[in-house]
């Protein structure tokens, strides 16, 4: 980037443009003046000769001390054709004919006197001219030259003047990368060139600062969730290590054994699930490609709900009046809506009912898992869609990352997860776009 000064660069833009403004006037004005005074000494010899051709031979050589006052050297010569006495070469002059030869400016007229004709020579020097036209191209320079220090002068305070905005944004900046990230522009005419670009400046400023603290927040977010991981960890492998060291230290009986060993069972598959639970959690919130595909919401939850039936039971009901269509990848929705059924048998128990629901809308598909449990407070509908966040009661064998693995499954199929609510039990509602045409078919 070019970072030359502006100021510099105005003063001198305007300087060349008036050295060729003042540069092609001031040649006008000398080339007139030059030809103005070679006209005039022409017409000074025209009008000395017509003077000498109307006056009396008497009057002739009062007329010549009478010219040569105004610088005209005039003589008479015999004859109506001669040549100029004691010039070095011998120039013949016709009468009638003005000639210049060098400085030296002639004209001859011819005189009727005494009977006949001579020829009255009439010159003059422009020597004055290139006098006069250099007295002139000096005063010109002298005025140029002041013309151009007066407008460097007033170009560079008013360059400095129109650039004070420019200084004033350098300013702002510097204190905003100082650390005070509330300073602002805020341009009074945001319509102006200026203007807008004070105001495009406070937009961006504000976006940095609104990325700033969305970053904080996330920091914050992933501390609590580095933190929140690490004590879910821990307490499964305390239990797993405390259990082993038992096995291993005390040797118990056949019964007591099996107990123990049962527990280190349990207790894998609980570590498993929570580190398969982390791991899918870390790919989603990575943005991670996901398939593509046409998923139908309708067999994808009556399949899920023959898998439960095998092992809980048949209390869970699914309506719908026909396809559910969605663009997605089959795994991580099926993920999603195994969560949110385990979540409403887990709260339902043993003699509540689970209902799935399924509609097909214009703009996509909406699918409502809801249950007769104890419920979801209000002031933690949304907050059990964080990670590790289980309600007072529910501690049971979930990971806590359940609902956080949903809604971020939801998102990535430009969707959302919702907890409702309802005059009894939970309701939760993911809602996603519906399928193509081409995925459709």
Known sequence: MNTGSLSRRSVLATLGVLVLALGGFATVITVRYRDGLRARARTQLLAGASALAQAPLEQV?????????????????????????????????????????????????????????????????????????????????????????????????????????????????????????????????????????????????????????????????????????????????????????????????????????????RGTQRLGRLVDDLLNLARLEANEPLRSEAVDLVLLSESLVAETRTHTPPRISVVADGPAIVTGDPDALARALRNLLDNAISAAGDDGSVRIELQQSPTGVRATVSDDGPGVPPDARERIFQGFVRLNGSAGAGTGLGLAITRAIARQHHGSVTCEDCDAGARFTLELPGASSADAT
Not at 70 to 93: F, V
Not at 234 to 258: G, K, N
């Open 61 to 265: 050589k009062p007329l010549f001390a009478s010219l040569a006052l105004e610088g005209i050297d005039a003589y008479l010569i015999p004859g109506p054709t001669t040549t100029k006495p004691g010039a070095p070469t011998k120039t013949p002059l016709k009468p009638g004919e003005l000639s210049s030869h060098g400085q030296l400016l002639t004209f001859t007229e011819p005189i009727l006197a005494g009977g006949g004709t001579q020829t009255a020579v009439l010159s003059t020097s422009e020597a004055y001219v290139n006098s006069a036209v250099n007295r002139l191209i000096v005063i010109e320079l002298i005025a140029a030259g002041a013309v151009l220090a007066a407008a460097a002068v007033l170009t560079l305070l008013a360059s400095r003047s129109a650039l004070r905005p420019l200084r004033h944004v350098a300013a702002v900046a510097q204190r905003i990368a100082a650390g005070d990230r509330r300073q602002r522009l805020r341009p009074r005419r945001p319509d102006t060139e200026l203007g807008q670009m004070a105001a495009s400046f406070d937009a961006m400023v504000d976006s940095l600062d609104e990325a700033v603290a969305q970053a904080t927040r996330s920091e914050a977010g992933m501390r609590r969730f580095l933190a929140d991981a690490s004590h879910e960890l821990r307490t499964p492998i305390a239990a797993l290590q405390s259990t082993i060291e038992t096995l291993l230290r005390e040797q118990p009986p056949r019964p007591r054994r099996d107990q123990l060993e049962a527990e280190v069972a």
